[in-house]
T-cell receptor
Framework: DTGVSQDPRHKITKRGQNVTFRCDPI?????LYWYRQTLGQGPEFLTY????????KSRLLSDRFSAERPKGSFSTLEIQRTEQGDSAMYLC???????????FGSGTQLSVL | GENVEQHPSTLSVQEGDSAVIKCTYS??????FPWYKQELGKGPQLIID?????GEKKDQRIAVTLNKTAKHFSLHITETQPEDSAVYFC????????????FGSGTRLSIRP
C-alpha cells in the first residue's frame, strides 16, 4: 500500500494523559499536513511541514500540541495533558510541492474520557 | 480564502437525478479549488479540482464550475448512484498561505433508491 498511513486508528485515553500519533506519508511527498476533524465539521488545519521544517502552525493550536517530522519522512503529533475537548479525528495528509492535491490517511480517532 | 462557506449541509436526491453543492470563498487571489469525498471511517479523498484559469472541468459524472467574479464554485454530480452517498467538502487555499487548504463544513449527500 503506497497511501498515507496513520497509527493508531483509535485511541482512548483519560484526561490529563499524553498521547502520540504517527503518520507515514506517501514516500515521494515532501509536504505533510495535520488536520483535526470533529463530528459534522470539515477538517481544520493544525500544521504543516515541508521536508523536516515545520512551516506553519494554526493560531488555534495550543502549546499542549507539538508535531515533529525528523528526517523529513514520518511525522508524530503529540498532545500533552489531554482534555475532553481534544476528542476528535486527527487526520494526516501529504502532497508534493508540484501541486496542492492532498492525500489523506484514514485518521486517528481520539476519545478523551 | 480563509473563509469557505458551503451549502447545503444536507442533500437528498433520487437515484439517477443530479446533485449540486455550492461553495463561496472570500479571497479573490485564490486559484485552486478542490473537492473531497469522505466516506464513513475514512479520510477525505480528492475527487476533482479546478484551477482559476478555467471555468469548468468534467470527469465522467462529476463536474466543477468556477465563477471567479462571484467567488463561488460548484460541484455537479449527474446520474447519481447509491455509492455517491457520502460527505462532500469543498476547499480553497488560505489568503495567508497558499499551502494551507481551508475546508468548508461539508454536505451530507444521500441517494434515495
Amino acid at each position: 500500500d503506497t497511501g498515507v498511513s496513520q497509527d493508531p486508528r483509535h485511541k482512548i485515553t483519560k484526561r490529563g494523559q499524553n498521547v502520540t500519533f504517527r503518520c507515514d506519508p506517501i514516500s515521494e511527498h515532501n509536504r505533510l499536513y495535520w488536520y483535526r476533524q470533529t463530528l459534522g465539521q470539515g477538517p481544520e488545519f493544525l500544521t504543516y511541514f515541508q521536508n523536516e521544517a515545520q512551516l506553519e502552525k494554526s493560531r488555534l493550536l495550543s502549546d499542549r500540541f507539538s508535531a515533529e517530522r525528523p528526517k523529513g519522512s514520518f511525522s508524530t503529533l503529540e498532545i500533552q495533558r489531554t482534555e475532553q475537548g481534544d476528542s476528535a479525528m486527527y487526520l494526516c495528509a501529504s502532497s508534493s510541492t508540484a501541486n496542492e492535491k492532498l492525500f489523506f490517511g484514514s485518521g486517528t480517532q481520539l476519545s478523551v474520557l | 480564502g480563509e473563509n469557505v462557506e458551503q451549502h447545503p449541509s444536507t442533500l437528498s436526491v433520487q437515484e439517477g437525478d443530479s446533485a449540486v453543492i455550492k461553495c463561496t470563498y472570500s479571497d479573490s487571489a485564490s486559484n485552486y479549488f478542490p473537492w473531497y469525498k469522505q466516506e464513513l471511517g475514512k479520510g477525505p479523498q480528492l475527487i476533482i479540482d479546478i484551477r482559476s484559469n478555467v471555468g469548468e472541468k468534467k470527469d465522467q459524472r462529476i463536474a466543477v464550475t468556477l465563477n471567479k467574479t462571484a467567488k463561488h464554485f460548484s460541484l455537479h454530480i449527474t446520474e447519481t448512484q447509491p455509492e455517491d452517498s457520502a460527505v462532500y467538502f469543498c476547499a480553497a487555499p488560505s489568503y495567508s498561505s497558499a499551502s494551507k487548504i481551508i475546508f468548508g463544513s461539508g454536505t451530507r449527500l444521500s441517494i434515495r433508491p
